[in-house]
């Protein structure tokens, strides 16, 4: 008798192309993928998977099943999550996430899903946005918060919010009294996101005038680094403001007055369309809400200063 775990494994074979993707995909070994597919022929009566090279392909009766397999497992998926309790929606998660997001509100997205999806399990990486849509793309993770939106084929995008980009700096430069020139900013070292990302590049084009000096960019991967360089006076930091909540109220930075307009980053959960999407559709709807309720939160905080 035909079961959905034997027909999860095909459909993820098909999809990421060998047996030890699908095997890393369901925590399990290729052995086990290997039976499980055997099963499954032997069920069917056809053969249902190239296995003549390194990549694992579907024959002809593989790609009919195949259309069948997405439709029973998405609504399976769909069942679960309407008629199933939230105990029911178990497994493990492996969520991308750029470290702005660390900074701000993701502690309050893992105590959300830990108290609404009790049996489901988060794995999270935090890196650049380019290496995260890299891995995502790969399927090597499910759902990314990442700056988006991302365009590339099959990527569904919902926005989580936008976060202001501010120029902070210690009070030991003196900067805080009034209107900050470009000229002025230029004087000093400009700290800010990694090469390869889009804040690092819209930084370097603010800065690009013939009237203005040649810019000390540092760049780094790390924004507790940025932050505890700028608190120490090595330079300006420009990173969205909401992540130095704590630094701007006691003082150990300020928020510079410059004309310099940089636009907003908006950040986005993406993630590849699937069958079974149902998981990472409730946890990027969460995270959307738990985002805009932080902005919320911080918009009277960030008035002040």
Known sequence: MLDFRSIETFLWVVKLGSFRGAAQRLNTTQPAISQRI?????????????????????????????????????????????????????????????????????????????????????????????????????????????VGPLSASGVHNRV?????????????????????????????????????????????????????????????????TVIHMAVEGLGIAVIPDAIVENELADGRLQLLDTDLAIAPLTFTASWLASPDVVAVERVAELARQIAQSSLAVDAPAQARH
């Open 160 to 224: 989580l919010a936008d976060y202001p980009i501010g120029f902070l700096a210690s009070p030991s430069l003196g900067l805080g009294k009034g209107p900050v020139t470009p000229a002025e900013l230029a004087r000093f070292p400009i700290i800010t996101f990694p090469r390869k990302t889009k804040p690092y590049e819209v930084v370097r084009e603010v800065f690009d005038r013939p009237e203005l000096p040649p810019i000390r960019l540092h760049a780094s991967a790390s924004l507790a």
């Open 38 to 146: 055997a099963q499954l022929e032997r069920e069917m009566g056809v053969k249902l998977l190239n296995r003549d090279h390194r990549i694992a392909s579907p024959t002809p009766s593989g790609r009919q099943m195949m259309v069948y397999a997405e439709k029973l497992i998405g609504l399976r998926a769909a069942m679960m999550a309407e008629i199933g309790d939230r105990s029911a929606m178990r497994g493990v998660m492996r969520l991308g996430v750029a470290e702005t997001i660390v900074h701000t509100w993701l502690p309050r997205l893992v105590k959300s899903v830990n108290q609404v999806y009790p049996n489901l399990s988060l794995e999270i990486e935090v890196d650049i946005t380019p290496n995260l849509t890299a891995r995502l793309l790969a399927q090597e993770i499910e759902l990314a918060f990442v």
